[in-house]
């Protein structure tokens, strides 16, 4: 969308001694949420870039002094395939779509374009407030959990799914946890795990929703399009194919999981 299709980035920014500023030059404007978060994103990953007057090289992140090469690539191939650090998350399931998995996976990793993230990048924002409840700061746990409108949407999920109420949860990566720790068997908690996804994911568009679209929706309306993805997605991808939506819009399904 750059008017210039060869400019460079440095000459995009404008920056002093305390701030920097970015000037884009489009040739339209953004027309929807998707670009306008795509927009956000690429500032998000700018805010920890430097500029510098040389020629561009590529390098390895962690190898910064080295131009990159194979044999330093496979040498870190080697190193990162030992770390323990790398181990898969434990929870990751095929029953959602892969835009939700990822999604899933930059909620925990802290790395959504909520304001306190936006902020603490160096973005100027009007405020720091969540839209939802305007009362407190819009961090990814308090969109994603802590928000009194969420809580409200998690305490009707949860009800729908006959498990008891969450308690004591500060982030979404304790609600897979706690799942993993109900009585149940490995299928139907990836069931509820799935539901779980369906529910952070549909909690983050109705947020976009509020944000770019001032459209706000009834907690009622969310948690119905939670029930009917949540049905859609699982009976497409998992072999559950018995599953009936008279019988899981009341969460009668206890003999459908191993
Ligand atoms: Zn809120």
């Given at each position: 969308?750059?008017?210039?299709?060869?400019?460079?980035?440095?000459?995009?920014?404008?920056?002093?001694?305390?701030?920097?500023?970015?000037?884009?030059?489009?040739?339209?404007?953004?027309?929807?949420?998707?670009?306008?978060?795509?927009?956000?994103?690429?500032?998000?990953?700018?805010?920890?870039?430097?500029?510098?007057n040389k020629e561009?090289?590529?390098?390895?992140?962690?190898?910064r002094s080295e131009e990159i090469s194979v044999a330093l690539l496979r040498d870190e191939i080697s190193k990162n395939s030992l770390d323990e650090r790398d181990t898969p998350w434990k929870h990751w399931n095929k029953w959602v779509p892969p835009k939700v998995k990822l999604f899933i996976w930059r909620a925990i990793k802290r790395g959504i374009v909520v304001k306190v993230e936006l902020a603490r990048r160096g973005i100027q924002l009007e405020d720091r407030l969540c839209a939802r409840c305007k009362s407190e700061e819009e961090s990814v746990d308090h969109l994603l959990i802590n928000c009194l409108k969420t809580r409200a949407v998690w305490w009707s999920i949860m009800i729908w799914l006959k498990l008891p109420i969450l308690e004591n949860i500060t982030s979404s990566e304790e609600i897979f946890d706690k799942i993993e720790a109900y009585s149940g068997s490995k299928e139907w908690k990836k069931l509820i795990k799935a539901i779980a996804m369906t529910t952070l994911w549909q909690i983050w568009k109705s947020r976009n929703d509020v944000e770019f679209n001032r459209k706000e929706g009834m907690v009622t309306n969310l948690v119905d399009e939670v029930k009917e993805l949540s049905f859609l997605w699982i009976k497409e991808r998992s072999k559950l194919k018995t599953l009936v939506w008279e019988r899981w819009k009341d969460f009668n399904i206890r003999d459908v999981t191993k």
């Open positions: 969308m750059a008017k210039d299709k060869e400019v460079k980035v440095s000459q995009c920014l404008k920056e002093d001694r305390s701030s920097r500023t970015w000037t884009w030059e489009w040739n339209r404007e953004k027309r929807n949420e998707q670009e306008q978060q795509q927009h956000l994103e690429l500032e998000r990953i700018l805010a920890d870039c430097k500029t510098e561009d090289t590529w390098r390895w992140r962690t190898r």
